[in-house]
C-alpha cells in the first residue's frame, strides 16, 4: 500500500504538466514551457517512486527517480521564474548553462554504478550510501540554485509590489511556487526513514501547491490605474 500516495503525485504532477504546456501551446509564453517540463519530470521522478515502493527497485528505476526528483526539477522551475521576471539577456546565460548542467547530470547518472544489491534492503534507498561524488555533487548544486532563484524571484516579486500593485499576482504565484518546491523538499526527508507515505505526499503537495503558483504567476498584468489588463491572461484557465 506504500505506493498509493506516490500514485496520486504521479496523477496530480501529469495533469498539471498537460495543463500548464497546453496553455504554452496557445500563449507561446516560455516560461510556462519551462514550468510545463518541470512538472513532467516531477510526474516521471513520481512514477519511478511509485514503481519502486510498489515493486520493487532497478538500477534504472532509481536513476530516472533521482535524475528527475533530485537533480533537475528544481533547476528547471528556477528557469520558468528566470523567465518570468529576470532580464532576456541573464534568462538566456541561465538557460544555457542550464542545458549543460542538464546534459552533464543525464550523462553522470547514466554511468552510475548502481547495482541491485545497492538497492535492496530500503524501501527508498538513499543515494548518498552508493552514488559518485560527482552525482552527489549535481544533486545540492541544482537544488540550492534553482532554491536560491526561486525563493528569490518571490522576494523580488515582494519588493516590486510596494510600488507596482499591479504585480501582485506574480509575487503571490511566485511564493507559491517557492512554497511547492519547500513541501517536496521536505517530504524528500521521510525517504531517510523509510517512510514513503510521507514522502510521497509531500511530492503530492508540493506539484498542487506549485500549480496554483504557475496558474497565479500568469494572471494578467493590470495597468496601475486600474484600466485593461496589459497583457493576455497567460495561465491555465483554473486550478
Known amino acids: 500500500m506504500h505506493w498509493i ?10 495533469a498539471f504538466a498537460i495543463a500548464v504546456l497546453l496553455q504554452y ?3 507561446h509564453r516560455p516560461y510556462q514551457l519551462a514550468w510545463g517540463i518541470a512538472l513532467t519530470m516531477f510526474a516521471l521522478a513520481s ?7 510498489g515493486v520493487g527497485w532497478s538500477p534504472a528505476n532509481f536513476k530516472l527517480y533521482y535524475l528527475f ?8 522551475l528556477a528557469l520558468g521564474t528566470m523567465l518570468l521576471l529576470g532580464r532576456p539577456a541573464t534568462a538566456r546565460a541561465y538557460l544555457a548553462c542550464l542545458l549543460v548542467f542538464s546534459a552533464a547530470s543525464v550523462a553522470l547518472v547514466a554511468l552510475a554504478p548502481v547495482t541491485s544489491s545497492d538497492l535492496a ?18 544533486a545540492v548544486a541544482g537544488n540550492v540554485v534553482g532554491t536560491v532563484v526561486v525563493i528569490g524571484g518571490a522576494v523580488s516579486s515582494g519588493l516590486a509590489l510596494r510600488r507596482r500593485p499591479q504585480l501582485r499576482s506574480r509575487f503571490e504565484g511566485n511564493l507559491l511556487i517557492a512554497l511547492g518546491v519547500a513541501f517536496a523538499a521536505g517530504g524528500g526527508v521521510f525517504a531517510f526513514l ?17 500549480y496554483l503558483g504557475f496558474w497565479r504567476a ?8 486600474g484600466g485593461p489588463a496589459l497583457g493576455r491572461p497567460d495561465g491555465p484557465a483554473g486550478p
Open 194 to 210: 523509510d517512510q514513503s507515505g510521507k514522502l510521497g505526499a509531500g511530492l503530492a503537495v508540493g506539484a498542487t501547491v506549485m
Open 121 to 138: 534492503g530500503s524501501l527508498v534507498p538513499e543515494g548518498r550510501r552508493f552514488l559518485p561524488v560527482a552525482v552527489r555533487v549535481l
Open 5 to 14: 500516495i506516490p500514485a496520486i503525485a504521479v496523477a496530480s504532477a501529469t
Open 69 to 76: 526528483g533530485a537533480i533537475l526539477n528544481v533547476p528547471w
Open 47 to 53: 512514477l519511478a517512486l511509485t514503481l519502486g515502493v
Open 25 to 27: 501551446g496557445q500563449r
Open 218 to 225: 500568469s494572471a494578467p498584468v493590470r495597468s496601475p490605474i
